[in-house]
C-alpha cells in the first residue's frame, strides 16, 4: 500500500474536515500537478518555525514503546506536504499558529515555546486545542491531521505502531478479543 492509498483510507477517519492539503494528496480534492520524493519545492518553514513544529509533532505523538513522529519523518512530511500539495492560504493557518504558540509561550513563561518543556509545550497545545489562543483550533485541527497522517502512513507507523499483515491468517470468529495485540493495518 502506498502512501497516497492509506490517506484516502484516512479521510473517512477525519470525514469532510480533511485539511485540505491532506485531501488534495489523498486525491479528494482539485488535483495538483504529480509532485516527486525529493525535498519541499519551497521553504515553509523559517528555522525556528521548523524547530517548534518539529517539537509540537513529537508532543502529539511522543516515543513511548514504539518510535514517536519525529522517528517516523513526520516533520518532513508536513513541510513536504505544506510546500508541494498545499496553497499559499492552507498554510497560513499552520504559519500564525506557530507564531500564536511562540507569542504565547513568551507571555505565559518568557522564553520561546522550543526552549519550554514538554509539559509547557503540551499547556500550549491544550490552549490551542481549547481556542485560547487566536484561531488555535484552527491551527490544531490542521496540524493534529498532519502528525496523525504523517505517522500512520510512514513505515514506521504502518509496521511499529500497527501489525502489518500483507496476507492475514485464517477467519477465526471466536478468536479470543484479549489475544490480540496490536491494530492491523494493511
Known amino acids: 500500500m502506498d502512501r497516497r ?7 473517512a477517519m477525519f470525514g469532510a474536515q480533511l485539511f485540505t492539503p491532506l485531501a488534495r494528496a489523498a486525491g479528494l ?25 518539529t517539537a ?6 511522543p516515543t513511548t514503546d514504539t518510535p514517536g ?24 493557518p499552520i504559519i500564525s499558529g506557530l507564531a500564536e504558540i511562540d507569542a504565547r509561550s513568551r507571555q505565559d513563561y518568557t522564553l ?7 509539559a509547557q509545550q503540551d499547556a500550549l497545545l491544550t490552549l490551542a486545542m481549547n481556542n485560547d489562543i487566536p484561531d488555535g483550533w484552527e491551527f490544531f485541527e490542521a496540524f493534529r491531521q498532519m502528525v496523525i497522517a504523517g505517522y500512520y502512513t510512514s513505515e514506521i507507523g504502518m509496521t511499529q505502531e500497527r501489525e502489518y499483515l500483507p496476507v492475514p491468517g485464517e477467519y477465526d ?7 490480540v495485540n496490536k491494530v ?3
Open 112 to 118: 520561546a515555546a522550543i526552549d519550554a518543556t514538554p
Open 69 to 92: 513522529a519525529i522517528a517516523a519523518g513526520v516533520p518532513a512530511y508536513i513541510e513536504k506536504l505544506l510546500a508541494d500539495w498545499a496553497d499559499v492560504e492552507d498554510r497560513d
Open 29 to 53: 480534492a482539485p488535483a495538483m500537478p504529480v509532485i516527486d520524493q525529493g525535498a519541499p519545492g519551497i521553504q515553509v518553514f523559517t528555522p525556528p518555525q521548523r524547530a517548534l513544529m
Open 173 to 179: 470468529g471466536a478468536f479470543p478479543y484479549s489475544q
Open 56 to 61: 509540537l509533532s513529537e508532543r502529539i505523538l
Open 184 to 186: 492491523y493495518s494493511a
Open 5 to 11: 492509498h492509506a490517506l484516502a483510507g484516512m479521510a
